[in-house]
């Protein structure tokens, strides 16, 4: 059967220091909602939807902890949005694009958090879509000042929505940390042990968060936008939105 609900969409915005920016906005977000209730495994009905994505809502709420707390805020507001219904179809996402808070073509970034690392601490990273603007290079020079090292995804998650989730664990091979995440996506995402009774590295997830948290500073930080380089899938509906508004 089938039946309708109402479900919200949380949008909170954080104004930049630069005034000539304020009617532009980076947007990170996360989706607030899973599963609920679903066919029995093990006794267990209840979807919890800890890693996705109540880690990726806890991380994007400490993003706009650390940002507001700033000394020195970011040159362009960020706009903080949780979105409803993602795992229905990005219900809430396509809401938000309809009911936008600012012309489209004005959000000059989306850093989207599903999920955080949550095995161990990592010393290389995987920049998701990086490749397409240059957002990527932005991403490099961040973890390059954390430490870290940014590396291609992995074969193994290139036709898998999650590979986002390959995060390159310290004390483990390569091929080690790939196995284990595969058999995680295999027998824990979008199951009833998506729960907090699985082993979950808390340094992992903050170590994530830190990440993220400086990568969206200095996205909002730069005076100049984000742009999608030649050829990219998303560049004409980027010039269009655009276009819309002159």
Known sequence: RTRDALAPNVVARLPGREPRLAGTAVVVSAHADHLGIGPEVDGDRIYNGVVDNALGVAGVLEIARVLAEAGRRPRRPVIF?????????????????????????????????????????????????????????????????LGLALAPAPEAFLDSESFARSDQWRGRSRDEAIRATLRWLREVYHSPADDLEQPLDWEAARQHAGVMAAFVYAVADEVEEPSWRPGAPFAYERMLSRALED
């Open 81 to 145: 949005v949780f979105t409803t219904g993602e795992e229905a179809g990005l219900l809430g996402a396509q809401y938000f694009l309809d009911h936008p808070p600012l012309p489209v073509g004005r959000m000059v970034a989306n850093v989207n958090v599903d999920g955080l690392a949550f095995n161990a601490a990592f010393a290389d990273l995987i920049g998701v879509g990086g490749e397409l603007s240059t957002l990527g290079p932005t991403l490099e020079r961040v973890a390059e000042g």
